[in-house]
């Protein structure tokens, strides 16, 4: 079981419970968030972790098996959620649906996968899915898999249960905890309840606890006494009466959708609207962990401004049965219950026992939207309950009551809108004054928290326009189904390759069993050393100042603290020049690493962290773009590369266009957050740093440096890191070198594992981009000559700042052949997190940008974008504006074939015919081609080495200096040294990546960690064998083992060191020329979309990806890659925003704030091919590094909206020549549809008020 969040948002922990439940007399199973679960909340439970399920020392669980050989699991750390999550559904529903299979993973995060093989590995538990279903075998088994079997044991008795008269037992008794701080009881009688509520009236009621958890997590409320009533049996009951459902207060929600769904399938359908409308906000209300743990009552009491139930509760009329020991009382769940008024509230003596949820009419209309930044797994922007009662037999309206969430710190109700529109007939005149009375009456403020104020704004009217329309036509529900496909994996390798070898083969993950049982350990997993101390971290609060003083007095107080460690408590170097270790005397942006405490727990550590007191004297930050062009602020001068003569060409262009295109950066979010584990040893100044990292030997020398000791005392390890993307390459060594400090001032080791919070905004992330183009094309779309300018900001130090804006400008041609062409880029400064690589480095961002001018020409010449594109594509033998040649015949198959594949044409036809039937939801397709370049301009950073030794019993043990992130280099190593030892895979081991084994190895980046490591396993390969062919010869029929052991009385070595200079490239930026790149990978999408022009609600509906993979070394490894870079890019260019406010403060702080592609998010249809019969000579077997290339791709989805937008504003003779800022949010699509709506809506003028966050780039 992992940690991913700490507050329920990524499903790394998930866990299953499984409870004696008195009502049914059964023992339920339901998946929760470990991390939300208050311990003493599971007396008399049994929970299960995935260690539970199925484990390589016992047997493996069938959802393990097939997750494993199905490659859904990359990096590994999401996984034991995942097989959690998919193994309580299976304990409740053996045969689930695939819409069930598919909600069940609602709640769980993946950050590599792009989640389409673990849908595809879980199809089978599905009776929907397997055309084998009752033969035994499963139609996604592969040669060698282990079958998933429909039938028979999926599903293990492993845990152990308190018996039933145990657990009954316990139903009857009062159980009471006493903690240091805190005491908990769990009374057993409502009576029971209410004598301690009467004597403790500010004893908070805890069921679920995901509500109060962020008060006492990240608010640092505290309370004594704790009650729980989960078990009281009149909070549990259910009961049906003539006026409607009573539901008892401690039902959690996915009971309540269970109860719900009885109800709708027994009672008439015009009983049921409301809770019709209620099981349509269930359905993405939070994930299943959430919804199996938080209880009704909790979500009335809780009334969070955003939550969903609330709404539809309340236009319902809702009663809620309150009791105390004064007696019982029934008050209305109203606007005054939710705006906290206090004659309408509980008092603090009650409790709430059960809500009435009443039957609806027969002319009651009733509904509820919600728009969130994702579409599942969110909480809502906005949302809304509405219902309207008719007189009978007219259409005019005799009661009305509309109520929003996501306005305002509480739930609203526009009651004095709807008391006037009281006997109004249901027409568009009542709507136009509808919708002016409520936006009259809900106001909004500019400055208000969470921003997107006209965006907001627009919600009300939009919502109640659907409402409008829904009424007007009694519109049927959208069925929501998953239909995302399966898919198989297929190279063709050679007829005559022995099948033992595994080169070009699926080859499973080779820690792929071990991450569905929990064995896989990551930094954090490791066993508690003696005397081990917990880091926590003092960041800066200030974006840019002085550090006058640092008071650690108060701080060292706190039980458990043993030291607190600044800059002058290294004995070495703090950092470099431009990054510190511990900031000295300024910080630089707000989350400076300003002292380090060490305790005997993280929580003792955190705690006093809050103690340390820092006075500052402000300097001037800067925090944008713009603000660092006026100051003149860079890093680096300016990089340019120039072909032809620009300005000649636009005196002979037919036309010319400027624009600019502002791209959002983007957070790592791997789902292991930074994590060290620093052990001094005992002599000579050795110290062992365990480290989730790309670049091990910069973690050794900043480390070393830092000690002032030599780098030969400093041994670094990763077995494996949870997710990396470029962002464990450069912030490491210094998260590694504050944490070996505090291990060196104390002597003991120091445990440093950034908490969610801390990892999202300490290290930094892509960088946002501003890009200016001046376009000068023919009539005919050829465009002839390109000026561009990039910005950068890059934050607060240097980092790879410069290398990624010198990429930018590089790779700012994409895949077209512009005969003059100029491009330029600048790194801005300014005092924001810093900045570093992340996966396609640099390249997004340009590559968005020229995508954007090529849009821009098509939509002026009124050309299709498609033909656009072809048109000015690199073809045939070419050369880029810096004078590297190149073939681009596998672009323009890639391009040929993606048309064909995706059936490019007939369905742009048929999104047009969509487009005329449908004046609310639009389609819109994109194709994109992409020329992507892997590798350094730097040689030496394409050299690597392994080591690999022949043990006497004949086994292998191989190590690279490669790190496994969980792109599956491992593997591909063991493939590459089975291959050229000519040897099964059974026999060759791969253990840890370390300084020890492989010296001075490069970063593991740039998409060529395999062809580099590669080349080095296979030259040390070679060695050995070469060194053992004498003895073969002697003996050719013997076996691997008798001729090791005959090597060895030889005194023949049987180890050996490979190294390898794979690539020369260069670059010459004062020529503006060189070979910076190995070589090219060429790739083509096409995607399709389904907005709402409403809300700006997107369904992504197909992506089929083409990609010029060679011959891939394992294409189950490759497609991976691939599949979880497009879904990254569709993150990084549809939905992921980094917002700060005024001051330079982060407010995207965790999952709850920053959201990421989740299940619901994937193409219902994904194709990806790999393009046959090609070849790569310069990499290992022809193949191709795969790494990154998959980012740019998720750029169709964007052009795909774009489409869709475009369609929407030349039906509503808006102008076409328009530019869509990335990411492309819910709110960006909305407010480009511009309508009467956004029209209607209030604009504040920008200066006049403080806006909640800032645009930095
Ligand atoms: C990751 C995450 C995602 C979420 N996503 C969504 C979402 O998409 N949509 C949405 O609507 N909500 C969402 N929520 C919020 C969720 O709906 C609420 O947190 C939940 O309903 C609260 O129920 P609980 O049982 O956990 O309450 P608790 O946290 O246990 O208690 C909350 C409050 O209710 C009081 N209380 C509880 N029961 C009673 C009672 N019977 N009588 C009197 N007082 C009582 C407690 O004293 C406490 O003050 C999300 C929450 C999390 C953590
Ligand atoms: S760690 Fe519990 S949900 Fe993220
Ligand atoms: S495999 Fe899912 S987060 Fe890495």
């Known amino acids: 079981t992992k940690y991913g969040c700490g507050i329920g948002g990524c499903g790394a922990c998930t866990v299953m419970i499984s409870r004696y439940d008195p009502i049914s007399k059964k023992i339920l199973h339901h998946p929760a968030n470990s991390c939300l679960l208050p311990i003493c909340s599971l007396y008399g439970s049994a929970v299960t972790t995935v260690e539970g399920v199925g484990s390589t020392k016992t047997k493996l669980h069938p959802i393990q098996k097939r997750l494993a050989n199905c490659h859904g699991s990359q990096c590994g750390f999401c996984t034991p959620g995942m097989v959690m999550s998919m193994y309580s559904l299976l304990r409740n529903h053996p045969e689930p649906t695939m819409e069930q299979i598919t909600a069940a993973l609602d709640g769980n995060l993946c950050r590599c996968t792009g989640y389409r093989p673990i849908i595809d590995s879980y199809r089978p538990f599905s009776a929907e899915c397997c055309p084998m279903k009752g033969t035994g075998g499963c139609c996604l088994d592969k040669e060698g898999s282990i079958s998933c079997s429909h039938e028979g044991d999926r599903v293990l ?113 015009e009983k049921t609207k409301v809770y019709r409308t209620l099981l349509k906000q269930l359905k993405t209300l939070a994930g299943e962990q959430i919804r199996s743990l938080a209880s009704l009552g909790g979500h009335i009491v809780s009334r969070g401004s955003t939550w969903d139930l609330n709404p539809v509760l309340a236009v319902g009329k809702s009663i809620l049965n309150l009791e105390s020991t004064g007696g019982t009382l029934q008050i209305p769940l109203n606007d005054q219950f939710l705006t906290r008024m206090q004659n309408a509230d509980l008092r603090p003596n009650e409790v709430i026992v059960s809500i009435l949820i009443p039957f609806s009419q027969k002319d009651d209309f009733v509904s509820a939207f919600r728009q969130a930044d994702r579409r599942k797994n969110a909480l809502s922007v906005v949302n809304s309950g509405m219902r309207v009662l008719f007189k009978p037999n007219t259409d005019i309206i005799a009661d009305m009551s509309i109520f929003y969430g996501g306005i305002g710190p509480t739930t609203v109700s526009a009651r004095k809108s709807c008391q006037k529109l009281i006997g109004r007939h249901w027409n568009e005149q009542m709507l136009d004054d509808a919708c002016r009375l409520i936006v009259g009456e809900i106001v909004l403020s500019p400055s208000a928290v969470g921003g997107k104020v006209e965006y907001r704004r627009t919600l009300l009217v939009s919502f109640l326009f659907r409402f409008y329309l829904e009424v007007l036509q009694e519109l049927k529900k959208m069925k929501t189904q998953s239909k995302i496909e399966r898919f198989s994996i297929k190279q063709d390798v050679d007829p005559g390759q022995p099948p033992q070898d595994p080169v070009g083969r699926p080859i499973m993950h080779q820690s792929g069993i071990k991450h569905t049982t929990g064995e896989a350990t990551y930094c954090d997993d490791m066993n508690p050393v003696d005397g081990e101390l917990s880091m ?27 030291d607190v460690v600044t800059a002058r408590d290294i004995p070495g170097e703090n950092g470099t020049e431009d990054e510190r270790v511990y900031a000295d005397h300024e910080v630089i942006y707000v989350g400076h690493i300003i002292c380090g405490v060490v305790a005997e727990t993280y929580e003792q550590a955190k705690k006093a962290t809050e103690k340390v007191k820092i006075r500052y004297e402000d300097l001037e930050p800067i925090l944008t773009i713009k603000d660092a062009i006026k100051h003149n602020s860079y890093f680096g001068e300016e990089k340019k590369v120039e072909k032809g003569n620009v300005e000649e060409a636009f005196k002979t262009a037919n036309q010319i266009i400027e624009g600019e295109i502002h791209v959002g950066g983007q957070l790592h979010f791997y789902l292991e957050t930074d994590s060290v584990f620093v052990i001094p040893r005992k002599e000579d100044q050795e110290m062992d740093v365990y480290v989730g990292t790309q670049y091990a030997t910069a973690v050794q020398n900043t480390v070393a440096l830092a000690l002032n000791v030599p780098s030969s005392r400093i041994m670094c390890h990763t077995r494996r890191v949870g997710g990396a993307f470029g962002g464990k390459t450069t912030k490491p060594p210094f998260f590694a070198a504050a944490a070996a400090v505090a291990a060196n001032k104390t002597g003991r080791p120091v445990r440093f594992i950034l908490h969610r919070q801390d990892d999202m905004f300490i290290p930094g992330g892509r960088h946002p981009l501003l890009g200016k183009y001046k376009i000068g094309f023919m009539n005919d779309g050829r465009i002839i000559a390109a000026d561009l300018e990039f910005y950068t900001n890059a934050g607060c130090t240097p980092d790879e700042s410069v290398l990624v804006i010198e990429y930018v400008v590089l790779k700012s041609d994409n895949a077209y052949d512009i005969p003059n062409f100029r491009s330029r880029g600048r790194a801005c400064k300014t005092n924001l997190p810093s900045n570093t690589a992340f996966r396609g480095f640099g390249f997004p961002q340009s590559g968005l940008t020229a995508e954007t001018w090529i849009a821009a020409v098509a939509s002026k010449t009124h050309l299709p974008h498609d033909k656009v594109r072809e048109m000015n594509m690199y073809k045939g033998a070419s050369a880029t504006p810096y004078k590297q040649d190149f073939d681009a015949s596998s672009l323009t198959r890639c391009w040929k074939e993606c048309l064909e594949k995706s059936e490019y044409y007939s369905r742009k036809t048929a999104s047009e015919e969509f487009n005329k039937q449908n004046y609310w939801k639009k389609k819109g397709i994109a194709i994109i081609p992409m020329k992507f370049s892997v590798g350094f301009y730097v040689t030496y950073y394409h050299q690597a080495a392994a080591l690999v030794h022949i043990y006497l019993d004949g086994s292998v043990l191989v190590a690279h200096g490669g790190i496994e992130l969980g792109q599956g ?125 409403l809300t700006g609600d997107h369904k992504n509906i197909r992506t089929d990806i083409v990609m010029d993979a060679c011959f891939s070394i394992n294409p189950a490894v490759d497609i991976g890659q691939i599949e979880g870079g497009f879904i990254q890019g569709l993150g990084l260019y549809t939905m992921e925003e980094i917002k700060f406010s005024p001051e330079g403060e982060q407010y995207t702080l965790g999952p709850d704030t920053y959201k990421i592609p989740a299940v619901c998010d994937v193409p219902e249809q994904l194709r990806i091919y790999l393009l046959p019969n090609t070849r790569n000579p310069m990499a290992i077997y022809s193949s191709k590094g795969m790494g990154e290339a998959g980012v740019f791709m998720g750029s169709t989805v964007f052009f795909a909206i774009r489409d869709a937008v475009a369609a929407v504003r030349k039906e509503r003779g808006l102008s076409e020549n328009f530019t869509l800022d990335s990411p492309l949010t819910i709110e960006r699509i909305r407010m480009a549809c511009a309508d009467d709506f956004t029209a209607m809506i209030p604009k504040d003028k920008p200066g006049t008020y403080k806006p909640w966050a800032i645009d930095i780039e």
């Open 157 to 269: 008795n492993l845990y152990l249960f308190p018996s039933q008269r145990v657990a009954k037992q316990m139903q009857k008794k009062t159980l009471v905890f006493h903690g240091p701080r805190t005491t908990w009881i769990s009374p057993a009688s409502l009576w029971e309840l209410l004598e301690l509520k009467a004597n403790y009236p500010n004893a908070p009621l805890v069921v679920g606890n995901t509500s109060m958890v962020l008060e006492m997590k990240m608010e640092g409320v505290y309370h004594p006494l704790i009650l729980y009533p989960a078990r009281i049996p009149e909070l549990n009951a259910v009961c049906y009466t003539e006026n409607g459902i009573v539901i008892g207060a401690a039902c959690h929600l996915a009971q309540l959708r269970e109860i719900l769904i009885t109800v709708v399938s027994e009672q008439p359908e």
């Open 969 to 1093: 280099i491992n593997t591909k190593m063991l493939q590459i040294a089975s291959h050229e030892l000519k040897l099964p895979l059974s026999y060759l081991h791969l253990s840890e990546t370390s300084t020890v084994t492989v010296p001075n190895a490069v970063v593991t980046a740039g998409s060529i960690g395999a062809d580099v490591n590669g080349k080095a396993v296979q030259n040390a390969c070679q060695i050995l064998r070469k060194r053992l062919e004498p003895i073969i010869k002697e003996n050719p029929q013997g076996k691997w083992e008798d001729w090791i052991q005959a090597a060895h009385q030889q005194s023949i070595s049987l180890s050996a060191t490979g190294f390898f200079k794979v690539y020369v490239t260069n670059m010459d930026w004062m020529k503006e020329e060189g070979n910076p790149f190995p070589y090219y990978v060429f790739g083509v999408a096409c995607s399709e979309v389904e907005i709402d022009c």
């Open 536 to 562: 926590a971290v003092v960041t800066s609060t200030r974006a840019h100042a002085k550090i006058i003083s640092i008071d650690v007095s108060e701080a060292l107080k706190v039980p458990g603290v043993v």
